[in-house]
């Protein structure tokens, strides 16, 4: 399953951004999609994952309350909704896939899309 994320750019502190990760085939209908982000400096990070149904979402106690992750599978596509966003967000953010249950463990995580980068201004 090849991933590719978008929907990254500059935007002031309480701003909102979508991110979007686009699959290339059906088979990501069965799999649990992550988004994990790397700041600058730091080491990569968990931010959310939900289930191939669409249930079973967990997010980082840093992201809970501000970003939603959703996924459509009739268009092979998971997203990021980012509300209030803050200086410390400012990261690259990646999508992954896994087949089955989902997990915050990157390296549990056999697909990978790359990064789209927001940037939070304050």
């Known amino acids: 399953v090849q991933l590719q994320a978008s929907g990254g750019g500059l935007v002031q502190a309480g701003g909102s951004l979508r991110l979007s990760c686009t699959a290339s085939?059906?088979?990501?209908?069965?799999?649990?999609v992550a988004w994990f982000r790397q700041a600058p400096g730091k080491e990569r990070e968990f931010v959310a994952t939900?289930?191939?149904?669409?249930?079973?979402?967990v997010y980082a106690d840093s992201v809970t309350g501000r970003f939603a992750i959703s996924r459509d599978n009739a268009k092979n596509s998971a997203h990021l909704q980012m509300n209030r966003l803050k200086p410390e967000d400012t990261a690259i953010y990646s999508c992954a896939a896994r087949l089955y249950e989902p997990s915050r463990y990157e390296r549990s995580y056999q697909y990978w899309g790359q990064g789209t980068l927001v940037t939070v201004s304050s």
């Open positions: 085939e059906r088979t990501f209908s069965r799999t649990a």
């Open positions: 939900i289930d191939s149904t669409g249930g079973g979402i």
